[in-house]
Each structure stands twice: as C-alpha cells, then as structure tokens.
Nanobody, 124 residues
Framework: VQLQASGGGLVQAGGSLRLSCAAS????????LGWYRQAPGKERELVAE???????NYADSVKGRFTISRDNAKNTLYLQMNSLKPEDTAVYYC???????????????????WGQGTLVTVSS
C-alpha cells in the first residue's frame, strides 16, 4: 500500500474532521497531491490539491471551509474540514499525481497513486 487514508467518520452538520493520507515511502517529488470525493450516484470530484509549486486549489463548494496541507517530515497529506454540511457526505480519496517515492533505498516512479478511501458522513 503506497497511500493510506484515514480520519473519516460520522459527524453532525457544522462539525469538523481531519483526514490524513500517509505515504508508505518518502515522497521525493510529485506533480500534485490532492483529495477527491465520490458521493453515492455521483462522479468522483476534486476537492483540494497542492501542486508541486506549492499553490493550492479548492472546489468552489469547499472554499473557506476546507484546508489542504502537507507534513513533509511525516510524508502525510491532510484535509481539515470545518463547517461540514450533509452534502459533504462522500468517500474521500487521496491522490498523488506522478509521484516519485523512495522506498527501501530505491526511488520508484508512479504515474498515479490512490488511497483506499475513507467515508465521511455528515448528519443534518
């Protein structure tokens, strides 16, 4: 497993959750790191991303409520979600676009990596 997402759960509307995505190696480089979500019956959509240049992008629906961040020392990507709404209910996936990981003294280049998904349920 190269990406492991965690932190989902059940929360009331207005509450907060923080998702984590840990890489099983050291992330040497990447094009972008992001969080996507997929609600029942809907297509997967981009929620937030960090580019290799350090800029961040957010879906309009989460701007001002969600914050994406990264801890380089822990090789972990986060998504802080505040003021949650029932429409935020979805399975959240972390993604790495064109990452190079150092694993056991070997640098492995991937085209794309996905975490396994973590369920966020927001009750009204």
């Amino acid at each position: 497993v190269q990406l492991q997402a965690s932190g989902g759960g059940l929360v009331q509307a207005g509450g907060s959750l923080r998702l984590s995505c840990a890489a099983s190696g050291t992330i040497i480089s990447f094009s972008a790191l992001g969080w996507y979500r997929q609600a029942p019956g809907k297509e997967r959509e981009l929620v937030a991303e960090i580019t290799s240049g350090g800029s961040t992008n957010y879906a309009d629906s989460v701007k001002g409520r969600f914050t994406i961040s990264r801890d380089n020392a822990k090789n972990t990507l986060y998504l802080q979600m505040n003021s949650l709404k029932p429409e935020d209910t979805a399975v959240y996936y972390c993604n790495a676009d064109r990452p190079n990981l150092a694993i056991h003294d070997t640098i492995v280049a991937y085209r794309e990596l996905w975490g396994q998904g973590t369920l966020v349920t927001v009750s009204s």
